[in-house]
């Protein structure tokens, strides 16, 4: 396992929740603020998530910081058996 790799899994962990609550990359970094830009850094794994930043994430998509983890843990599991879970 990669950090790319585990960056990316809670990127999309994360965008599956921001679809999920019908929010726009906007609308999400409006609520936590930052740009819409940090957020899609995020969401593609280009950025790393601080802890911090995680929490605040969270309560910005009404969910607990560890969904947000098992969801990535989940993806990540799925990608090394070759399995997508794409949004």
Do not use: P, W
């Not at 899994?9 to 999920?20: F, T, V």
């Not at 998509?61 to 599991?77: K, P, T």
Request: proline share 0%; hydrophobic share 35%; charged share 30%.
């Amino acid at each position: 396992m990669t950090k790319k790799l585990e960056d990316e899994c809670l990127g999309a962990a994360i965008r599956k929740r921001r679809l999920a609550a019908k929010q726009t990359q906007e609308q999400l970094g409006s609520s936590v603020q930052m740009s819409y830009q940090q957020i899609q850094k995020y969401e593609t794994g280009a950025n790393r998530v601080a802890f911090s930043t995680l929490l605040g994430l969270a309560k910005g998509l009404h969910c607990r910081a560890a969904e947000l983890i098992a969801d990535a843990e989940g993806e990540i599991s799925d990608r090394q058996r070759g399995i997508s879970r794409a949004a």
